[in-house]
């Protein structure tokens, strides 16, 4: 039996209609396009592409950082409780 998955369903609904809109405006929106400078467009468009790349990245970097965080405070919690032992320390040179 297969199971239905709204999210997909949703996805896809969205993407159609994105696209519809799309093709939609850019039928009627050609003298508009025309009159453009395209350079400008090219910088905008790359100065905001960087732009989010490096907030999503900060973002999923602070957020590693926290989960590395609560589970060395973990461990520490655990090796102080004697739940689980420290591992052996590397022999010392002579």
């Given at each position: ?29 050609y003298d508009w396009f025309h ?60």
């Amino acid at each position: 039996m297969h199971r239905i998955m709204p999210e997909k369903i949703i996805t896809g609904a969205s993407y159609c209609t994105s696209g519809g809109l799309i093709c939609s405006g850019l039928s009627g929106a050609y003298d508009w396009f025309h009159g453009l400078d395209w350079n400008f467009i090219a910088i905008v468009s790359g100065v905001m592409f960087g732009a989010a790349t490096y907030f999503t990245g900060l973002y999923f970097q602070r957020r590693m950082q926290k989960s590395y965080d609560a589970s060395l405070s973990k461990y520490e919690e655990a090796l102080k409780a004697g739940i689980i032992t420290a591992p052996p320390s590397p022999p010392k040179e002579k």
